[in-house]
């Protein structure tokens, strides 16, 4: 049986499990999906809903506007997976059995916690939850913010464990690509900051570390009026004071490989 993939992580976006992509119109009704999707509880009732996502309006303008977003939902859903989302006067609900929810699997991902479901779940994190979508009403705004920084924090502790074991293992290019995503999360880590100008280093790749260095020295100034910490500088310092320990033959390309090690 065919099942509805669900995208929240980054922007919104809807198909089936077959392949073709589902439409799903309007911010609101985007939310509304994802609400039922992702809330712990199943079933909710209608005056629920319609305080959630309209509470901004009067009680009667909330319920119209609650049968709206059901009525496009269902026009949506219904042609292609019939019953998926039943309503009655007890309340509303999802059947979840028949969705992929890509929130949902990178938890599950995460609570495994082996270097491979984490990788899978680091692909999977593609942004903030439900990037570019706010309903407007506070209840709604602050189940919003709250998803998004929990999410948020667990996608930050999955690229700090992914950046560990791919140092370790001696995956630079991996482990670059894993702090450049703890960075997206958090640019003003300062310790990704050196790791990264570390890694480079490994490589040999001298420029590229000092990039590192200067992009987060902008971002500190530019954003907090404030410096590197120390220990950044020092790293900086020990960078630029390299010197190559031998020269390359005449007629062969400098190796940036021959600074001296100790990263």
């Given at each position: 049986?065919?099942?509805?993939?669900?995208?929240?992580?980054?922007?919104?976006?809807a198909?089936?499990?077959?392949?073709?992509?589902?439409?799903?119109?309007?911010?609101?009704?985007q939310?509304?999906?994802?609400y039922?999707?992702?809330?712990?509880?199943?079933?909710?009732?209608r005056?629920?809903?319609?305080?959630?996502?309209?509470?901004?309006?009067?009680?009667?303008?909330?319920?119209?506007?609650?049968?709206?977003?059901?009525?496009?939902?269902?026009?949506?859903?219904?042609?292609?997976?019939?019953?998926?989302?039943?309503?009655?006067?007890?309340?509303?609900?999802?059947?979840?059995?028949?969705?992929?929810?890509?929130?949902?699997?990178?938890?599950?991902?995460v609570?495994?916690?082996?270097?491979?479901?984490?990788?899978?779940?680091?692909?999977?994190?593609?942004?903030?939850?439900?990037?570019?979508?706010?309903?407007?009403d506070?209840?709604?705004?602050?189940?919003?913010?709250?998803?998004?920084?929990?999410?948020?924090?667990?996608?930050?502790?999955?690229?700090?464990?992914?950046?560990?074991?791919?140092?370790?293992?001696?995956?630079?290019?991996?482990?670059?690509?894993s702090?450049?995503?703890?960075?997206?999360?958090?640019?003003?880590?300062?310790?990704?900051?050196r790791?990264?100008?570390?890694l480079h280093?490994?490589?040999?790749?001298?420029?590229?570390?000092?990039?590192?260095?200067?992009?987060?020295?902008?971002?500190?100034?530019?954003?907090?009026?404030?410096?590197?910490?120390?220990?950044?500088?020092?790293?900086l310092?020990?960078?630029?004071?390299?010197?190559?320990?031998?020269?390359?033959?005449?007629?062969?390309?400098?190796?940036?490989?021959?600074?001296?090690?100790?990263?």
């Amino acid at each position: 049986m065919d099942r509805l993939v669900l995208f929240f992580l980054g922007e919104f976006q809807a198909r089936l499990e077959s392949g073709p992509s589902v439409v799903v119109p309007t911010r609101k009704v985007q939310a509304l999906l994802a609400y039922l999707a992702c809330s712990p509880i199943e079933g909710h009732s209608r005056d629920k809903l319609a305080t959630l996502l309209w509470g901004d309006s009067e009680q009667r303008c909330a319920r119209h506007s609650l049968r709206q977003a059901l009525l496009v939902l269902r026009k949506t859903l219904d042609p292609l997976l019939p019953s998926i989302l039943p309503c009655n006067a007890g309340g509303i609900s999802l059947d979840r059995s028949r969705l992929i929810v890509d929130a949902l699997e990178f938890e599950r991902l995460v609570q495994e916690g082996t270097p491979q479901a984490l990788e899978r779940a680091g692909v999977l994190y593609r942004g903030d939850f439900l990037a570019g979508i706010g309903a407007g009403d506070q209840t709604f705004e602050d189940w919003l913010r709250d998803e998004r920084d929990r999410l948020n924090e667990l996608a930050f502790e999955v690229y700090g464990k992914l950046l560990a074991h791919q140092w370790k293992a001696g995956l630079i290019a991996k482990a670059v690509q894993s702090a450049g995503r703890l960075l997206t999360i958090d640019p003003f880590e300062e310790e990704t900051y050196r790791m990264l100008m570390r890694l480079h280093m490994t490589k040999g790749r001298r420029q590229a570390a000092l990039r590192a260095y200067e992009k987060c020295a902008q971002m500190l100034r530019q954003e907090l009026g404030a410096e590197p910490q120390a220990e950044t500088k020092a790293l900086l310092a020990e960078i630029t004071s390299r010197r190559r320990v031998r020269k390359p033959r005449p007629g062969l390309e400098v190796d940036e490989a021959y600074f001296v090690h100790g990263f």
